[in-house]
């Protein structure tokens, strides 16, 4: 096992990291740009580095200065938790270059899954249905020859993409041109790479996802599924675990076929298999997120399961503890994301509590919201035996969350759970008004 790691991030994500570290004995090494400063991260952390200024290109997008921070600290592992450099295939070569494991799939593996054809194939191949689509396509001609084929409409998504950046609705040839330089532009500014991909736009529609995790020997379990379809702009606002969209039947289905794919990969690691559930219950494989997930909260309080140490454990070549019949899926569990709406400095903050609530966040009172970064302030999160507990519970933690200082987006998250739509289930990616 580790015993130093470096986390590669910053928010939420990087507290998280450092407090599973903590439970399991690893020392940890934060990195962080001038503008955090004063982050909890930083302070929680046992060693710290500022890496650069607060653009993400000069600081947590910043290979070199990052593994000099590694190497600098003792660290055997690196850690990239999700956006930035957690699906970067040649960050991960970086790292083993010098001698530092990064806690992720296999460079090589990322690389060849990256190709968005190989990728479809080989998830075919396990018998899962795909949307039709391209390979990263090179430039604007080569997109509109590919729209043309497919049919419109048509989405233009990020290859290396992640977290809704790099995504563009296209009904039309007339919106091409600006929707490819726009898409390409965000997918370079967020993940470095402009490659964007195109795939056929199926509405209206679910987006129901598949968490599996899987270890060095082959071993691989799927932890369920979580309907992530209340977005805005395809960032996602809500999303519970298990969808109440999907039946048993379709569940146990959808649970074995991500297993099959997940061995024919040979991948390794934490990932998440996307899927567009269309309403005649059809799956339609999307993507795979090669990385933790935002909300890999909710799977972890619906199976008692530590994501994020079994990450580092099988990055560290511990056999998984586990099979498929192991895993236990009675409850549901639902997920709120706070977000920031502006710039400010939190001057009070309470934290909602009680059995089976979670709040992770990066938050303490004089914290400063930065406007340099992700609006994520938080994820608050609740478990309860059913549907209509969990979302009895999340109103009233809702109502108990208090963030002054900083514009936030509680107000709404009550309205969008207290609607009828969403209390009874019925709701599908239209919800917020996208389409």
């Known amino acids: 096992m580790f015993s130093k790691i470096l986390i590669a991030n910053r928010g939420e994500i990087a507290v998280r990291i450092i407090r599973a570290c903590r439970e399991m004995g690893i020392a940890t090494v934060a990195v962080y740009s001038e503008a955090d400063r004063g982050a909890l991260h930083v302070a929680l952390a046992d060693q710290s580095y500022c890496i650069g200024g607060p653009d993400p290109s000069e600081s947590y997008l910043n290979q070199s200065r990052i593994i000099s921070a590694a190497v600098l600290a003792g660290a055997q592992a690196i850690h990239p938790g ?32 990256s190709d968005k054809a190989v990728l479809k194939e080989r998830v075919r191949e396990a018998g899962v249905a795909v949307i039709p689509g391209t390979r990263g396509v090179t430039g604007l001609e080569e997109a509109r020859a590919a729209a043309e084929k497919i049919g419109y409409p048509v989405m233009l998504k990020a290859c290396a993409g992640g977290g809704g950046r790099g995504i563009r609705l296209v009904r039309e040839e007339a919106e091409l041109e600006e929707a490819y330089l726009t898409a390409a532009g965000e997918a370079a500014l967020a993940f470095g790479d402009r490659g964007v991909y ?30 992530c379809s209340l977005q805005r702009r395809h960032q ?9 969209a999907v039946d048993d039947r379709q569940r146990a289905k959808m649970i074995r076929l991500a297993v099959k794919a997940v061995k024919k990969m040979g991948y390794v690691g934490v990932g998440t298999l996307e899927f567009l559930l269309d309403r005649a219950g059809n799956f339609w494989f999307m993507e795979m997120n090669l990385r933790l997930q935002v909300e890999h909260c909710i799977t972890e309080m619906l199976t008692g399961l530590d994501l994020v140490k079994w990450q580092i454990r099988v990055a560290a070549g511990v056999p998984l503890a586990f099979g498929q019949s192991d895993i236990r899926l009675a409850g549901t569990a639902m997920e709120c994301r706070i977000n920031a709406r502006g710039c400010g400095r939190v001057e009070l903050l309470h934290v909602s509590g009680g059995p089976s609530v979670r709040f992770d966040t990066c938050l303490v009172a004089g914290a400063a919201v930065s406007p340099y970064y992700d609006s994520l302030l938080g994820k608050l999160a609740v478990c309860a035996g059913n549907r209509e507990e969990a979302l009895r519970k999340l109103r009233a933690a809702l109502c108990e969350l208090v963030i002054e200082g900083v514009d936030t987006n509680v107000e709404e998250q009550l309205r969008i759970i207290e ?3 969403f209390t009874s289930g019925n709701y599908d990616l239209t919800f917020m008004g996208n389409r």
């Open 82 to 113: 999700y956006g930035f450099l957690s699906e970067n295939a040649g960050f991960a070569r970086l790292c083993q270059k010098n001698g530092l494991v990064f806690i992720g799939p296999d460079p090589d593996i990322m690389e060849a899954l």
């Open 198 to 227: 195109l795939e056929k736009y199926i509405f209206p529609a679910r987006h129901v996802e598949l968490q599996i995790l899987a270890d060095e020997r082959g071993n691989a379990v799927c932890l369920g599924d979580r309907d």
């Open 236 to 244: 996602k606002l809500v999303e519970e675990t298990p969808s109440p």
């Open 419 to 421: 609607d009828e739509r």
